[in-house]
């Protein structure tokens, strides 16, 4: 019988500090030898320094350099996220000022030094994990906007058979004539814009020749965060999404076929 190894993948935290504890509570459960959390770890959300003793205290737990956290590491000025739009850079931009202002110093320097990316062989298959793509920290790819030529490219130029992302915040899996595939894990800081209050990390199951993706949703005490959320003053449209899980903000950048699912 083969082996099988259980791994967890998820991104995007945004200072998510409940779903984080209930995000290493499932894998956990799952069994999972090793988690990794390709990166994003502030925005959005409350009480920044409240998300790095998960991360810095649990053994199996691997973190990435997202594009936020390359910016908040280095003191720069916003988060770099590659919007383009003015009202979702306005938002993007008080999300970032508040994460800057209450990460802690030894937080930021920790961030700074984070790894760029992950590359292991899985079942003979050669993976890599990056934030946005392989070419760019904060490149969206989005599926309706990866058509599958594309996605080969990416695959051959960055020399993958199995490639993990993030940053968009909407999951989605592809796999290729070829066989080869392309996880976007989606984020666990708040919902892809479905209407629903779960989020988003994968489950991946290798055994000796074989690898499994298994999507998932996470439940978690979305009323607390909100309620944290509304203490520190945070944007209200901020709190709206949590509860209803739309996006009111950020949503310049979505495709037309992402952005028309929900109402705004």
Not at 61 to 73: A, C, E, K, P, R
Not at 80 to 107: K, L, M, V
Request: with cysteine; glycine share 8%.
């Amino acid at each position: 019988m083969s082996n099988v190894t259980t791994y967890v993948v998820f991104g995007g935290v945004y200072n998510n500090h409940i779903s984080l504890a209930a995000l290493l509570d499932a894998a956990t459960e799952h069994g999972a030898e090793e988690i990794y959390c390709l990166g994003d770890i502030g925005g959005f959300g409350p009480s920044p320094d409240k998300v790095f003793p998960h991360l810095r205290d649990t053994a199996n737990l691997h973190v990435m350099q997202g594009n936020y956290d390359h910016s908040i590491g280095n003191r720069l000025e916003d988060c770099a996220c590659g919007y383009t739009d003015p009202r979702d850079n306005h938002f993007a931009q008080i999300s970032y000022d508040y994460t800057f202002e209450n990460t802690s110093e030894p937080n930021k320097d920790w961030l700074r030094e984070l790894p760029t990316e992950f590359r292991h062989t899985w079942a003979g298959k050669r993976v890599l994990m990056s934030h946005g793509s392989p070419r760019r920290t904060n490149e969206f790819l989005w599926e309706s906007m990866c058509p599958d030529g594309f996605l080969k490219y990416l695959l051959d130029e960055s020399e993958a058979d199995l490639l993990f992302v993030t940053h968009t915040g909407i999951p989605w899996v592809r796999t290729l004539e070829d066989g080869r595939q392309v996880v976007n894990v989606g984020v666990i800081g708040r919902p892809p814009n479905d209407g629903q209050t779960t989020v988003d990390y994968v489950v991946v199951r290798v055994g000796d020749d074989t690898i499994e993706i298994l999507p998932q949703k996470l439940e978690y005490d979305f009323e607390a965060l909100a309620a944290e959320m509304r203490d520190e003053g945070l944007p209200e449209e901020f709190v709206e999404t949590v509860l209803t899980g739309w996006w009111t903000t950020c949503l310049e950048i979505l495709p037309g076929r992402e952005r028309s699912v929900g109402p705004y």
